[in-house]
């Protein structure tokens, strides 16, 4: 070489960021640069002419040399290890892990084997956090390249699908979904590859695993990109929700029980109300029969008194003192007691429904003041009832036996809000 050549040389090995060792085919040390030095604590003169095996752990230097040989059969440019963990030894004992690529020179007369050796402790520190966090993650995580390979998997992802991590590396990500959508799930893959932003699959809706016994499960799935040394990766972290499903079902049974019992609570209330209604229809229909017939022998009881009636009067003349004049007062008070009895059975009678109706002008204070007395006999000594009555109230043209109906069952239905003699809160039992 010429001296500018050996120069240029020189620098390059001198500013190269890896340690650069030259190593001739007797296994010998011939040269070692500035990052050497750094990188495994020995000088320049302490390492040149040294085995390399000096630079190596104990544990991996018996079978070094066999690795040299196997490299200088074949010496062209490559990295060691392919994918195995390597390590440097330096002076203090101490060990690193590192990458390690080869090639070879012709320097004159010698073949130098040139090994470039670069300190990966940050990476293997960073990348063992991150296998940290992998393990550690209480979902199944699965990476998946973009021909649907399955490239990372972690603990939770073992434990979840029942599958060994050798048997899923390698293997396409569709042996992870159910049979019956297998075949659609390829054009899904390519979809998400084509548009790369984090977001949960499925829309909100739990969608299906396999495992490897063929059982599946209710899962949410949340898709996300990683780049990694060899491309691009989708990360799918999966969790199984299949408690979460039940707890739902669980809930929708518990409701819709509920609305089943409250179906049957009102329909028995509607069908009590029924019976109820069917009851007061008998006791007014037999209310009114028996009024009926005794309103007839009340209408002969009364015709009777008044043809006696008339003639004590006549017996007693202009005489207001005597025996026959108190017989006519007597029998006055008895055609006043039947009359009002039948006005009790009118009221019966339009309590039966099986009276006429009679309109006619009506004083609704005197409708009131005339049932009054019916209704305290209907409600019972338990509840009380108050009468305020409006005296400017105009008259109005109506069926009194209607009216004393109406206030009838107002009465009668505010008794049923309170069975026990107390209002129930939604309802406050006051007739006017």
């Known amino acids: 070489m010429s001296e500018l050549s050996d120069a240029v040389l020189i620098g390059l090995l001198e500013a190269a960021p890896d340690s650069i060792i030259g190593v001739g085919t007797d296994g010998r040390i011939a040269l070692v640069n500035a990052q050497t030095v750094v990188l495994f604590g020995y000088t320049q003169a302490e390492l040149l002419g040294q085995h390399i095996e ?151 809706s739990p969608l299906r695993a396999r495992r490897k016994d063929g059982s599946e499960f209710p899962a949410e799935v949340s898709l996300s990109a990683l780049e990694t ?102 029998l006055q008070q008895v055609l006043r007691a039947g009359n009002r009895a039948t006005e009790l059975t009118h009221q019966l009678l339009a309590f039966g429904r099986r009276e006429v109706i009679r309109p006619r002008v009506l004083d609704l204070n005197g409708v009131i003041r005339e049932v009054e007395q019916l209704l305290r006999r209907a409600l019972g000594e338990h509840i009380q009832l108050h009468v305020e009555l409006d005296e400017g109230m105009r008259p109005v043209l109506a069926d009194p036996g209607q009216v004393e109906q109406v206030l009838m069952n107002l009465a009668v239905n505010a008794r049923d809000a309170m069975p026990d003699g107390e209002p129930c809160p939604y309802t406050r039992p006051t007739t006017k």
């Not at 195995?84 to 004992?93: T, V, Y």
């Not at 008998?282 to 003639?311: I, R, W």
């Open 54 to 204: 000096t630079l190596i752990p104990e544990s991996s230097r018996p079978m070094h040399p066999m690795h040299r040989r196997d490299y200088l059969a074949d010496p062209r440019p490559r990295p060691m290890g392919a994918g195995e963990p390597l390590a440097g030894r330096r002076k203090d004992g101490s060990e690193f892990p590192a990458e390690i690529s080869l090639s070879t020179v012709d320097a004159g007369p010698r073949t130098l084997v040139i090994a470039a050796v670069r300190d990966v402790s940050e990476r293997v520190r960073v990348e063992a956090k991150f296998r940290g966090l992998l393990e550690a993650a209480p979902d199944a995580i699965v990476g998946v390249s973009a021909d649907g390979c399955i490239t990372l998997v972690n603990a939770q992802t073992e434990r979840l699908f029942g599958y060994r991590r050798d048997e899923l590396m390698g293997q396409q990500i569709e042996m992870l979904v159910p049979e019956d959508v297998r075949a659609g799930h390829p054009q899904l893959r390519n979809r998400y590859f084509a548009d790369l932003q984090p977001r949960p699959m499925g829309a909100g």
């Open 229 to 330: 040394e060899d491309g691009l990766i989708v990360s799918a972290a999966i969790r199984d929700v299949t408690e979460r499903v039940e707890a739902q079902a669980q809930r929708l049974r518990l409701e819709a029980e509920a609305q089943r019992l409250a179906a049957v609570a009102e329909r028995e209330r509607l069908e009590a109300q029924l019976h109820q209604s069917r009851r007061l229809e008998s006791l007014g229909q037999l209310a009114g029969g028996v009024a009926h017939d005794f309103n007839n022998l009340l209408a002969v009881m009364l015709n009777y008194t008044s043809f006696v009636a008339e003639q004590v009067q006549d017996a007693a003349g202009a005489d207001t003192r005597g025996p026959w004049a108190q017989a006519a007062a007597d």
